[in-house]
């Protein structure tokens, strides 16, 4: 779980409008993993995992589904076109997660409350589970601050592969506005962030609690007209702790270079 093994101008959010929204994104990952048994011991099968690198490029949808009961939105976000290398050269080959597809819950503010069939992104070759944060990517959670200003947003997010796997995120990031900018003929706000990153969670599958810190360094850019993101490009470093009932520890520092931009709307 959560390891790859093999504003100035900004108005609140209007109603999210129906169709889809169509996002380009790139993802550069790489990952540095050590495991020790109960006595400490190096664990011989991650010799060969201790460095990767992955790439992911492609194309992702995000469909209004339906609207719940209190007014929060589903979205259906779907792995449409999406390529993996082991470097930004290549060789490219299809993605575990084409053609998969999660529900996001969320508020009009982009906040995430739920998300359903999360399963069907997890596990070897998919790796779901590794870019849980293209979630939040594709639906961050913005304040409304004045060109100049700072404000703080508390966001979370949970990615739960059953009733008893899953882990739950929070970022608490201060947002600086720097004003409203014309671009392809529309008003944007363009805001950097940075926050620090937090989860616990458990993986039932081999009975080991999970911890994960971090932080995250960004910008993103909201049309101002209706509070959609149009883009975003961010740094995320974390650190996935794993201890086993067995008395085994794996650790796994992540490093990913994520940018998602919007290419077509309704």
Not at 172 to 179: I, L
Not at 246 to 261: C, E, K, L, M, Y
């Given at each position: ?113 739920a998300l359903s069939d ?80 937090e989860a616990e969670g ?14 995250v360094t960004g910008t ?47």
């Amino acid at each position: 779980m959560l390891f790859l093994l093999s504003c100035a101008g900004l108005q609140n959010a209007a109603p999210a409008s129906s169709g889809a929204r169509v996002y380009s994104v790139s993802v550069a990952s790489s990952f540095e993993t050590v495991g020790t048994d109960a006595d400490g011991a190096p664990l011989g099968a991650l010799q060969d995992l201790a460095h990767q690198d992955l790439h992911l490029r492609g194309t992702v949808v995000m469909t209004r589904s339906r609207t719940f009961r209190d007014d929060s939105i589903g979205w259906r976000v779907v792995f449409d076109e999406l390529d993996e290398g082991p470097s930004a050269d290549g060789p490219w080959r299809e993605s575990g997660l084409e053609g998969r597809s999660v529900e996001l819950r969320t508020f009009d503010d982009g906040q995430i409350l739920a998300l359903s069939d999360a399963a069907h992104w997890t596990g070897a070759p998919r790796h779901g589970e590794v870019f849980d944060l293209l979630l939040p990517m594709l639906s961050p959670t913005v304040p409304v601050v004045s060109e100049g200003d700072t404000s703080f947003r508390r966001s979370s997010w949970p990615f739960q592969v059953s009733s008893k796997s899953g882990l739950r995120s929070t970022l608490v990031a201060e947002y600086t506005s720097n004003g409203t900018r014309s671009e392809s003929g529309s008003r944007r706000v363009e805001l950097d962030y940075a926050g620090k990153l937090e989860a616990e969670g458990h993986d039932n599958r081999l009975d080991g609690e999970l911890a994960m810190n971090g932080q995250v360094t960004g910008t993103v850019w909201m049309r101002a007209s209706d509070a959609v993101m149009v883009r975003h490009d961010a740094t995320w470093e974390r650190q996935v702790v794993a201890s086993y009932a067995s008395g085994a520890t794996i650790t796994q520092d992540q490093h990913f270079q994520v940018a998602a931009t919007l290419v077509d709307t309704p």
